[in-house]
Protein backbone atom coordinates (compact mmCIF):
# COMPACT_ATOMS: atom_id res chain seq x y z
CA UNK A 1 0.00 0.00 0.00
CA UNK A 2 0.96 3.92 -0.43
CA UNK A 3 0.76 4.20 3.34
CA UNK A 4 3.89 0.62 3.88
CA UNK A 5 5.72 2.35 1.07
CA UNK A 6 6.77 5.97 2.58
CA UNK A 7 5.57 4.96 6.11
CA UNK A 8 6.84 1.15 6.25
CA UNK A 9 10.18 0.17 7.98
CA UNK A 10 11.37 -3.19 9.84
CA UNK A 11 13.19 -3.77 13.11
CA UNK A 12 15.65 -6.53 13.91
CA UNK A 13 14.96 -8.48 17.06
CA UNK A 14 17.88 -10.28 18.15
CA UNK A 15 17.68 -12.62 21.25
CA UNK A 16 20.77 -14.36 22.73
CA UNK A 17 20.51 -17.05 25.62
CA UNK A 18 23.04 -16.27 28.57
CA UNK A 19 23.22 -19.87 29.30
CA UNK A 20 24.16 -21.79 25.49
CA UNK A 21 24.97 -18.14 23.58
CA UNK A 22 21.99 -19.16 20.75
CA UNK A 23 21.09 -16.40 19.25
CA UNK A 24 17.70 -15.99 17.37
CA UNK A 25 16.38 -13.45 15.31
CA UNK A 26 12.80 -12.00 13.80
CA UNK A 27 12.49 -9.34 11.46
CA UNK A 28 9.41 -7.08 12.69
CA UNK A 29 7.79 -4.34 10.29
CA UNK A 30 7.10 -0.90 11.62
CA UNK A 31 5.01 2.06 10.41
CA UNK A 32 6.19 4.54 13.34
CA UNK A 33 8.92 3.98 16.35
CA UNK A 34 7.85 4.88 19.46
CA UNK A 35 10.58 5.88 22.37
CA UNK A 36 10.36 6.97 26.00
CA UNK A 37 11.96 9.45 27.53
CA UNK A 38 14.70 8.09 29.83
CA UNK A 39 13.67 7.17 33.12
CA UNK A 40 16.71 8.95 34.50
CA UNK A 41 15.65 11.98 32.79
CA UNK A 42 12.25 12.62 32.80
CA UNK A 43 9.96 15.01 34.35
CA UNK A 44 6.52 14.14 35.03
CA UNK A 45 3.14 15.06 36.44
CA UNK A 46 0.57 12.61 38.10
CA UNK A 47 -3.10 12.59 37.78
CA UNK A 48 -5.07 15.08 39.85
CA UNK A 49 -1.59 17.13 40.68
CA UNK A 50 -2.52 20.84 39.97
CA UNK A 51 1.07 22.68 40.74
CA UNK A 52 1.00 23.24 36.59
CA UNK A 53 -1.31 25.20 34.49
CA UNK A 54 0.05 22.69 31.94
CA UNK A 55 -2.89 20.67 32.52
CA UNK A 56 -5.48 23.44 30.69
CA UNK A 57 -7.08 22.37 27.78
CA UNK A 58 -7.35 26.04 26.83
CA UNK A 59 -3.87 26.70 26.52
CA UNK A 60 -1.30 26.95 23.69
CA UNK A 61 0.90 24.07 22.85
CA UNK A 62 3.83 25.84 23.48
CA UNK A 63 3.31 27.36 26.49
CA UNK A 64 4.48 24.26 28.34
CA UNK A 65 7.96 24.61 27.38
CA UNK A 66 7.90 28.56 28.71
CA UNK A 67 7.69 28.07 32.22
CA UNK A 68 11.04 25.96 34.08
CA UNK A 69 9.55 22.74 36.02
CA UNK A 70 10.63 21.10 38.95
CA UNK A 71 10.63 17.12 39.44
CA UNK A 72 8.90 15.80 42.59
CA UNK A 73 9.66 17.20 46.14
CA UNK A 74 10.89 20.52 45.11
CA UNK A 75 13.98 19.15 43.28
CA UNK A 76 15.64 20.69 39.86
CA UNK A 77 14.78 19.81 36.62
CA UNK A 78 16.24 16.42 35.34
CA UNK A 79 19.53 16.42 32.58
CA UNK A 80 18.65 17.27 29.05
CA UNK A 81 17.31 14.94 26.87
CA UNK A 82 17.82 14.51 23.23
CA UNK A 83 16.82 11.90 20.88
CA UNK A 84 19.77 10.51 20.87
CA UNK A 85 18.99 9.43 24.34
CA UNK A 86 15.82 8.01 23.16
CA UNK A 87 16.76 6.08 20.35
CA UNK A 88 20.17 4.65 22.66
CA UNK A 89 17.35 3.35 25.48
CA UNK A 90 15.25 2.20 22.52
CA UNK A 91 18.22 0.33 21.08
CA UNK A 92 19.71 -0.96 24.59
CA UNK A 93 19.83 -4.30 25.62
CA UNK A 94 17.12 -5.62 27.72
CA UNK A 95 17.28 -8.67 29.88
CA UNK A 96 14.55 -11.16 29.79
CA UNK A 97 14.14 -13.02 33.34
CA UNK A 98 12.99 -16.66 33.50
CA UNK A 99 9.36 -15.78 35.18
CA UNK A 100 7.01 -18.32 34.79
CA UNK A 101 5.03 -17.57 31.90
CA UNK A 102 6.87 -14.88 30.86
CA UNK A 103 10.12 -16.37 30.46
CA UNK A 104 11.97 -16.98 27.02
CA UNK A 105 12.06 -20.55 25.68
CA UNK A 106 15.93 -20.91 23.93
CA UNK A 107 15.36 -23.10 21.01
CA UNK A 108 18.64 -24.89 21.65
CA UNK A 109 18.06 -25.26 25.76
CA UNK A 110 14.52 -26.22 24.96
CA UNK A 111 13.97 -24.79 27.86
CA UNK A 112 13.16 -21.08 29.55
CA UNK A 113 16.58 -19.36 30.18
CA UNK A 114 17.33 -15.80 31.12
CA UNK A 115 18.13 -13.85 28.00
CA UNK A 116 19.46 -10.59 26.44
CA UNK A 117 17.21 -9.36 23.93
CA UNK A 118 17.90 -5.87 21.56
CA UNK A 119 16.33 -4.02 18.87
CA UNK A 120 17.28 -2.21 15.87
CA UNK A 121 16.34 -1.08 12.92
CA UNK A 122 17.26 -2.88 9.71
CA UNK A 123 15.11 -1.44 7.00
CA UNK A 124 14.55 2.47 7.07
CA UNK A 125 11.23 4.34 5.65
CA UNK A 126 10.96 6.87 3.31
CA UNK A 127 9.29 8.85 6.09
CA UNK A 128 10.00 8.26 9.35
CA UNK A 129 7.69 9.12 12.09
CA UNK A 130 9.01 9.16 15.74
CA UNK A 131 6.36 8.84 18.20
CA UNK A 132 7.86 10.12 21.58
CA UNK A 133 6.13 8.53 24.37
CA UNK A 134 4.26 11.10 26.72
CA UNK A 135 1.75 8.94 28.91
CA UNK A 136 2.58 6.38 31.24
CA UNK A 137 0.37 3.95 32.76
CA UNK A 138 0.71 2.12 35.49
CA UNK A 139 -1.80 -0.12 37.27
CA UNK A 140 -1.50 2.75 40.09
CA UNK A 141 -1.13 5.88 38.66
CA UNK A 142 -1.31 7.80 35.29
CA UNK A 143 1.38 10.15 34.52
CA UNK A 144 2.38 12.80 31.88
CA UNK A 145 5.99 13.24 30.68
CA UNK A 146 6.58 16.80 30.57
CA UNK A 147 10.59 16.16 29.42
CA UNK A 148 11.40 18.52 27.11
CA UNK A 149 13.10 16.63 24.68
CA UNK A 150 15.94 18.32 21.55
CA UNK A 151 16.20 16.71 18.53
CA UNK A 152 17.84 17.66 15.06
CA UNK A 153 16.34 19.81 12.45
CA UNK A 154 18.74 19.07 9.57
CA UNK A 155 20.69 15.43 10.12
CA UNK A 156 19.16 12.74 12.27
CA UNK A 157 21.59 9.76 11.75
CA UNK A 158 19.71 6.30 12.64
CA UNK A 159 23.32 4.81 11.66
CA UNK A 160 24.55 4.37 15.21
CA UNK A 161 21.20 2.07 15.67
CA UNK A 162 21.31 -0.22 12.52
CA UNK A 163 23.76 -3.41 12.82
CA UNK A 164 26.87 -3.00 10.14
CA UNK A 165 24.41 -5.51 7.78
CA UNK A 166 21.69 -2.74 8.04
CA UNK A 167 23.72 -0.16 7.06
CA UNK A 168 24.83 -2.20 4.18
CA UNK A 169 21.42 -2.60 3.23
CA UNK A 170 20.34 1.11 3.17
CA UNK A 171 23.48 2.60 1.76
CA UNK A 172 22.00 3.00 -1.39
CA UNK A 173 19.18 5.54 -0.38
CA UNK A 174 20.67 6.50 2.88
CA UNK A 175 19.48 6.42 6.37
CA UNK A 176 19.83 10.16 7.51
CA UNK A 177 16.81 12.33 7.43
CA UNK A 178 15.44 16.25 7.89
CA UNK A 179 12.77 17.32 9.95
CA UNK A 180 9.47 17.40 8.01
CA UNK A 181 6.77 18.12 10.23
CA UNK A 182 6.50 17.95 13.94
CA UNK A 183 2.71 17.74 16.02
CA UNK A 184 2.88 19.23 19.94
CA UNK A 185 0.25 17.97 22.75
CA UNK A 186 -0.69 20.43 25.37
CA UNK A 187 -3.17 19.79 28.21
CA UNK A 188 -3.06 16.48 30.28
CA UNK A 189 -4.46 13.01 30.91
CA UNK A 190 -7.80 14.07 30.54
CA UNK A 191 -7.98 16.30 27.34
CA UNK A 192 -5.78 18.60 25.31
CA UNK A 193 -5.20 20.47 22.30
CA UNK A 194 -3.11 19.25 19.28
CA UNK A 195 -0.86 21.66 17.03
CA UNK A 196 1.56 21.15 14.04
CA UNK A 197 4.44 22.50 12.40
CA UNK A 198 5.48 22.32 9.55
CA UNK A 199 8.26 22.21 6.90
CA UNK A 200 6.80 23.55 3.19
CA UNK A 201 9.86 22.76 1.75
CA UNK A 202 8.30 19.43 0.69
CA UNK A 203 5.35 21.30 -1.06
CA UNK A 204 4.59 21.54 -4.73
CA UNK A 205 5.85 24.24 -6.35
CA UNK A 206 2.23 25.32 -7.46
CA UNK A 207 1.62 25.08 -3.44
CA UNK A 208 4.57 26.86 -2.76
CA UNK A 209 4.12 29.99 -4.67
CA UNK A 210 0.54 30.64 -3.52
CA UNK A 211 1.16 30.20 0.06
CA UNK A 212 4.59 32.58 -0.54
CA UNK A 213 6.10 30.79 2.07
CA UNK A 214 8.35 28.08 0.43
CA UNK A 215 11.12 26.61 2.36
CA UNK A 216 10.00 27.74 5.51
CA UNK A 217 8.06 26.96 8.82
CA UNK A 218 4.43 26.86 9.75
CA UNK A 219 2.48 26.74 12.33
CA UNK A 220 -0.98 25.07 11.86
CA UNK A 221 -3.27 25.74 15.05
CA UNK A 222 -7.18 25.22 14.05
CA UNK A 223 -7.85 27.73 11.61
CA UNK A 224 -5.20 29.65 12.34
CA UNK A 225 -1.92 29.76 9.61
CA UNK A 226 1.28 31.48 10.71
CA UNK A 227 4.89 31.57 9.63
CA UNK A 228 7.35 30.37 12.22
CA UNK A 229 9.86 33.08 12.97
CA UNK A 230 12.17 30.92 15.03
CA UNK A 231 12.68 27.51 14.48
CA UNK A 232 13.47 27.18 18.51
CA UNK A 233 9.95 27.60 19.25
CA UNK A 234 9.35 23.91 17.42
CA UNK A 235 11.48 22.06 20.23
CA UNK A 236 10.00 22.07 23.25
CA UNK A 237 8.56 19.75 26.07
CA UNK A 238 5.49 19.16 24.06
CA UNK A 239 6.78 17.94 21.27
CA UNK A 240 4.53 14.53 20.45
CA UNK A 241 5.03 13.39 16.80
CA UNK A 242 7.97 14.26 14.46
CA UNK A 243 8.17 13.19 10.67
CA UNK A 244 11.11 12.85 8.98
CA UNK A 245 12.09 12.23 5.57
CA UNK A 246 15.00 10.49 4.08
CA UNK A 247 17.85 13.49 3.01
CA UNK A 248 18.93 12.74 -0.75
CA UNK A 249 22.16 10.45 -1.40
CA UNK A 250 23.38 13.90 -2.88
CA UNK A 251 23.00 16.07 -0.01
CA UNK A 252 24.33 13.78 2.78
CA UNK A 253 27.35 13.47 0.40
CA UNK A 254 27.46 17.07 0.13
Given at each position: ???S?????????T??C?????????F?????????????????Q??G???S????????????????????????D?????LQ?????F????????S?D?G?T????K??????K???I????????????????????????G???S????????G????S??????A???????????VH???????????????T????????SRT??K??W??F????????T??????????YV?F???????????
Amino acid sequence: SIVSDYFGGQLLSTVECMTCGHISQTFDPFIDIAVEVPKSRDSHQKQGENNSSSFTLSLPATSTSRRPRRGGGGQPDPPPCGLQDCFEAFSANETLPVSGDSGYTCEKCKCKRECKKALSIFKCPEILVVQIKRFRYTSLSREKIGTKVSYPLDCLDLGPYMVSAARSENAALGYTYQLSGVVHHSGGLSGGHYIAHVNTSSASSQDSSRTGNKGKWVCFNDSRVTPVTDTRELIDSSAYVLFYKRRPQSETAA
